[in-house]
């Protein structure tokens, strides 16, 4: 089935440590979101890449990185994690009409 | 000001009428505009579209953009329980921008 790919889809985390959420994509669209999801706060924009080689800063932007290697593969790394950065994050994906294609999200809880 | 607000909610409505769903954006240039359907614990799925002034129908949703007025709104006809979900306005500018979302309940 095509779509976007997340894992995990649930991570308890040691504040400090550094964690990677993965994120695949199947439809071989150009660009690529990562948000993060508070509840009051709606969804805020991470990174987003808009072609394979690409990256930029979105709204929230400190302590994440992402990396583009291949059109596929959009991996989100908070190298050193705080509670802050508790969340749930969701990986997305868009055609050229601004579409948003979205994965199951991953819920990260950083003690 | 944040650059999409939408009416805070939540919003309880009886089975059978009609939802009514408001949004305001802050920049003027943008051109595409969304409604975003979340149950809760999923992801949020795209349910309409709209990208000139004037209503979108599809089905017993209704889109309703009016540029003027920085203004977009979703109409939900003939509301059934499974509408009951939180309803996502999101705004394409250079990156798209979601307000924080209006819960609907509906109550049977």
């Known amino acids: 089935i095509a779509g976007i790919t997340q894992a995990p889809t649930s991570q308890i985390l040691a504040a400090g440590r550094r964690m990677t959420l993965r994120c695949t994509q199947d439809?071989?669209?150009?660009?690529m979101y990562w948000y993060r999801q508070d509840l009051g706060l709606g969804l805020r924009l991470i990174h987003y890449s808009n072609t394979a080689g690409t990256t930029g800063k979105g709204e929230v932007p400190d302590g994440y990185s992402v990396s583009r290697a291949n059109t596929d593969d959009f991996p989100l790394t908070l190298a050193s994690a705080v509670p802050s950065q508790t969340s749930v994050y969701f990986c997305?994906?868009?055609?050229?009409?601004?579409?948003?294609?979205f994965g199951e999200g991953s819920r990260l809880t950083v003690l | 000001q944040k650059e999409v607000e939408q009416n805070s909610g939540p919003l309880s409505v009886p089975e059978g009428a009609i939802a009514s769903l408001n949004c305001t954006y802050s920049?003027?240039?943008?051109?595409?505009f969304f409604w975003y359907r979340q149950y809760s614990g999923k992801s949020p799925e795209l349910i309409m579209s709209?990208?000139?002034?004037g209503d979108k129908e599809d089905g017993r949703f209704t889109a309703q953009l009016n540029k003027a007025s920085q203004y977009v709104s979703l109409l939900i006809r003939d509301s059934q329980p499974s509408d009951s979900a939180t309803y996502l306005c999101?705004?394409?500018?250079?990156?798209?921008?979601f307000g924080a979302g209006t819960t609907v309940t509906v109550r049977a």
């Open positions: 999101a705004v394409n500018d250079y990156k798209l921008s």
């Open positions: 709209i990208y000139s002034n």
């Open positions: 439809m071989r669209h150009n660009a």
């Open positions: 997305a994906s868009s055609e050229a009409t601004g579409e948003l294609f």
């Open positions: 920049d003027r240039g943008s051109q595409s």
